[in-house]
């Protein structure tokens, strides 16, 4: 320090101390004047691309649906891996699962599940009959049904439901509204038509059907009794697939040309090579009552009891389990309905050794690498599906249009093509940068727009952005069931009734039909039949 | 604190230093008042390393994230102007020396750890935050603000 600094500091505050005390103050000045300036050309960005691309800033509350009026008497038809899920989405579960989810969450402060079970909406049901053809699973839904507090173990149940061995006595019974049915879907048909001619109301899970024919009589079925029918694609609920609907209706990425789907997995479970119960033998499971509607009997066998899915006796493949999944969804944003024709192939190639797969007597018939193309001549593009069980590269879902395209999931991102006609001039000015997003939206966050931060999509994409603020984490397979249950007290259709269960029905059928017997299938849309 | 003899050099190298941690500072803070959409969770949930679970469980807590979250913007601000005006610079220097310890002890560039936050460079042990953390260091123990700087009316009465 000077010495002239040093004379500074003494008592007299002098015009030397004032500018050295106040010297970096204007750096503030700089530091709030290019604030402004960046604030203000983000603004006129966003607002500028906004404006271009009118899409709808708030979130949407569509999402709630009312439980008033009278309870509603529930039979669950199929208590395995899927039918446990939908009990529990309906609001019940078994005390041991919950006592597990308890302790879990004890131990893990992250781990939300018990509490977002808890806080899960009752939805003023009641089951009131279970049925299942092994002994252990229709044990653990009646615990599941009679465990109204939602409590783990030591609790109090409520009255028990009564189970039927025979689905058919359940549909006849008087204390039965409704039916779940999370049967295998060999099943699925029969079970529907007969609970449509009782006056149940069927909350099904897909696949639709197990053959083409079925197709018709499943519908006819419905729709001769005007019950209230949803199909099991929860992706129906997903806030993300409604924003891309509306995307594709403000023509954000113009005349579509191609869509790509796929589905990718790489577990035993994932291949659906499940466990198999060590309880099961022909005494504890009805076999017979399993195999009935199969038109060539089998002699018991508990990989085919646990792992229905792996041969078309009983299963669709990868074309009526998860296909489907991604068809749905395409087709609540587009509407585009069955297509014109379907080709499709592929091979056991993955679990196709007995260590690998851990079989025990057979092989699996049902493909574990499975693509097909569905053509829309009429609307001009292709729907591509692509699917791997050895594999758990996810592709997500992307919609290809002239002017740009979009890729989704649980978020929705858009972006301009570099040689739109629609977005030529933005382009060229600099206010459309066809490297960076013009659209995105992440649920949860309080407006979408195009400036969301690399690195809030790099969070959000890994799930790690809206789950635990802004309240709970909510099933979307809840909100399909609780959709479905006030249809029926309003005497409404819900999102995924027997028409739109129909296409995708037939769509799966198609592509089962086309690698099978290994040609392009046809569809004759007036005769509504394959040619 | 017995002022140092800095010649003119050092002097305004050090003031420099000071306002451009300020500025960086300052503006991180601004950025995410601004942003209606800004939390911590993300970053927080991305944590890793030893010190992890602790991030995770302020991130779980819907109520403390809250709080974290305006401590950490707040903060942002106010160390970053305290340090650009020169004002109660020394406890600027440590707050901003404890939450940069945060940002290093939740996502530390140690070995066989990735994050899904993207990086624009390659650290291994040492990264920005800790150099950040280093210089403010530095910056305690040579001290400006009494001499450039709002302290200078504070703490220079005799």
């Not at chain 1, 796929?262 to 479970?269: D, F, Q």
């Not at chain 1, 097909?372 to 001009?380: G, H, R, T």
């Amino acid at each position: 320090m000077t010495d002239k600094d040093k004379n500074a500091g003494g008592s007299n505050m002098n015009r030397r101390d004032v500018l050295k005390g106040l010297a970096t103050v204007p750096v503030l000045g700089a530091m709030a004047y290019g604030t402004w300036r960046k604030t203000k050309q983000d603004h006129i960005r966003n607002h500028k691309l906004s404006k271009e691309l009118n899409m709808s800033a708030d979130e949407q509350d569509y999402k709630v649906y009312k439980h008033d009026g009278d309870t509603i008497r529930i039979g669950i038809i199929g208590y395995g891996i899927r039918g446990t899920q939908l009990m529990k989405a309906a609001g019940f579960a078994h005390p041991d699962a919950i006592q597990k989810l308890k302790e879990q969450s004890l131990t893990n402060s992250q781990d939300k599940r018990y509490a977002d079970f808890q806080e899960q909406d009752d939805l003023n049901i009641r089951v009131t009959g279970v049925c299942d053809l092994f002994d252990v699973h229709a044990e653990k839904a009646m615990a599941a049904a009679s465990n109204i507090g939602r409590e783990g173990k030591g609790g109090s149940p409520g009255p028990a439901p009564r189970r039927y061995k025979n689905y058919r006595d359940m549909l006849a019974a008087d204390d039965i509204d409704a039916v779940i049915i999370a049967s295998p879907d060999h099943w699925h048909a029969q079970i529907t038509i007969d609970a449509a001619k009782a006056g149940k109301h069927v909350y099904a899970e897909k696949g639709f059907s197990l053959t083409m024919d079925e197709n018709y009589t499943i519908r006819d079925a419905v729709k001769t009794s005007g019950i209230v029918y949803q199909l099991g694609h929860q992706g129906r609920q997903t806030e993300s697939y409604i924003k891309a609907k509306e995307a594709i209706d403000k023509k954000l990425i113009g005349k579509i040309n191609l869509i790509e789907v796929c589905t990718n997995r790489n577990s035993a479970n994932g291949a659906w090579v499940y466990d198999i119960h060590p309880d099961a033998n022909p005494n504890t499971v009805d076999w017979e009552k399993f195999e009935e509607p199969c038109d060539v009997k089998h002699p018991w066998s508990p990989e085919r009891f646990f792992r229905w899915r792996c041969w078309w006796d009983y299963g669709t493949g990868l074309s009526g389990d998860l296909l489907t999944h991604e068809f749905d969804a395409i087709n609540q944003i587009l509407g585009m309905g069955i297509p014109s024709s379907a080709s499709a192939s592929g091979g056991v190639y993955v679990w196709n050794n007995k260590k690998r797969g851990d079989y025990v007597n057979e092989l699996r018939k049902v493909p574990d690498v499975w693509n097909a193309v569905f053509e829309y001549p009429d609307l001009d593009f292709s729907l591509l599906y692509s699917a791997s069980l050895g594999s758990n590269n996810n592709r997500g879902k992307t919609i290809m249009g002239h002017d740009g395209y979009m890729e989704f999931g649980n978020t929705l991102t858009v972006y301009a093509d570099r040689q739109s006609t629609r977005y030529n001039e933005q382009i060229k000015s600099g206010l459309i940068d066809p490297e960076l997003p013009i659209y995105t939206y992440i649920p949860g966050r309080k407006n979408a727009d195009a400036v969301a931060t690399a690195t809030e999509q790099y969070f959000a994409a890994r799930g790690l952005l809206y789950t635990y603020r802004g309240g709970r984490r909510v099933d979307t397979t809840h909100l399909h069931i609780a959709e479905w249950l006030q249809s029926i007290r309003e005497g409404t259709q819900p999102s995924c009734n027997v028409d739109q269960a129909f296409e995708e029905g037939v769509a799966a059928a198609m592509g089962i039909m086309a690698q099978r017997e290994n040609r392009t299938v046809f569809w004759d849309k007036d005769k509504e039949q394959v040619v | 604190m017995k002022d140092i003899d800095y010649t003119k050099w050092q002097l305004w190298s050090l003031v420099i230093l000071r306002v451009a941690i300020g500025w960086h500072f300052l503006y991180e803070g601004i950025v995410k008042l601004l942003n209606p959409n800004w939390s911590s969770l993300g970053y927080l949930m991305d944590s890793k390393g030893l010190f992890a679970g602790v991030f995770h469980s302020i991130a779980g807590n819907p109520a403390l994230l809250n709080v974290m979250d305006f401590i950490n913007m707040w903060g942002l601000i106010l160390i970053g102007a305290g340090l650009i005006v020169g004002l109660f610079t020394r406890i600027a220097s440590w707050a901003g020396i404890i939450l940069l310890a945060f940002y290093y002890l939740s996502h530390p560039a140690i070995i066989g750890v990735n994050f899904a936050m993207p990086t624009e460079g390659s650290y291994l042990w040492v990264n920005k935050n800790l150099i950040e953390l280093l210089t403010l260091w530095v910056l305690v123990l040579l001290p400006t603000s009494r001499i450039i700087g709002m302290d200078r009316f504070l703490f220079n009465k005799k």
